[in-house]
């Protein structure tokens, strides 16, 4: 999914880009304003998540030889994640994978291109106004360091 063009329906930038951000700010409760279609801090943030996932195995079993993958289940209210915290994998760079070394899909993505989430309306503050972009090449992280990183302030890709 990573590998596929970007603007094809099934690649994960055209699929993670349904999800959408920052979720505040000029996007939070202004629906004129396209923010994704992920409902964080409503009642169907649950729900909204499950076809969002099974979008994901779809796109996944659309891949010969995975016909019949699904993605497996993580209770982040149970007991071994109150022991352990995050399961280890989303904590690898990397993993052995039939015998060979690859970069982890869920550890980091790397953009394929630039993006630009306006979170204000006024296009002269740009520390705002474009405070979510993200130029190609820009590689995301995962909790517990996913809030250690964002645009610095006046950064703008042009887009």
């Given at each position: 999914m990573?590998?596929?063009?970007?603007?094809?329906?099934?690649?994960?930038?055209?699929?993670?880009?349904?999800?959408g951000?920052?979720?505040?700010?000029a996007?939070?409760?202004?629906?004129?304003?396209?923010?994704?279609?992920?409902?964080?801090?409503?009642?169907?943030?649950?729900?909204?998540?499950?076809?969002?996932?099974?979008?994901?195995?779809?796109?996944?079993?659309?891949?010969?030889?995975?016909?019949?993958?699904?993605?497996?289940?993580?209770?982040?209210?149970?007991?071994?994640?109150?022991?352990?915290?995050?399961?280890?994998?989303?904590?690898?760079?990397?993993?052995?994978?039939?015998?060979?070394?690859?970069?982890?899909?869920?550890?980091?993505?790397?953009?394929?291109?630039?993006?630009?989430?306006?979170?204000?309306?006024?296009?002269?503050?740009?520390?705002?106004?474009?405070?979510?972009?993200?130029?190609?090449?820009?590689?995301?992280?995962?909790?517990?360091?996913?809030?250690l990183?964002?645009?610095?302030?006046?950064?703008?890709?042009?887009?």
């Amino acid at each position: 999914m990573s590998a596929k063009d970007p603007n094809a329906p099934n690649s994960f930038f055209k699929i993670g880009g349904m999800h959408g951000e920052p979720f505040r700010g000029a996007g939070y409760a202004n629906a004129a304003w396209w923010g994704g279609y992920c409902n964080h801090g409503n009642v169907l943030f649950p729900t909204w998540h499950r076809a969002y996932c099974l979008h994901i195995e779809n796109a996944l079993r659309s891949i010969p030889g995975c016909e019949n993958v699904t993605l497996p289940y993580w209770d982040e209210t149970g007991q071994d994640t109150k022991v352990n915290g995050v399961p280890g994998i989303f904590l690898e760079p990397k993993f052995v994978l039939d015998g060979e070394v690859i970069d982890n899909p869920l550890y980091s993505y790397t953009f394929p291109q630039d993006i630009v989430d306006r979170v204000d309306q006024d296009e002269t503050n740009l520390e705002t106004y474009n405070l979510y972009t993200k130029k190609k090449g820009y590689k995301t992280v995962r909790y517990p360091l996913s809030g250690l990183v964002g645009t610095p302030a006046g950064e703008y890709c042009g887009a």
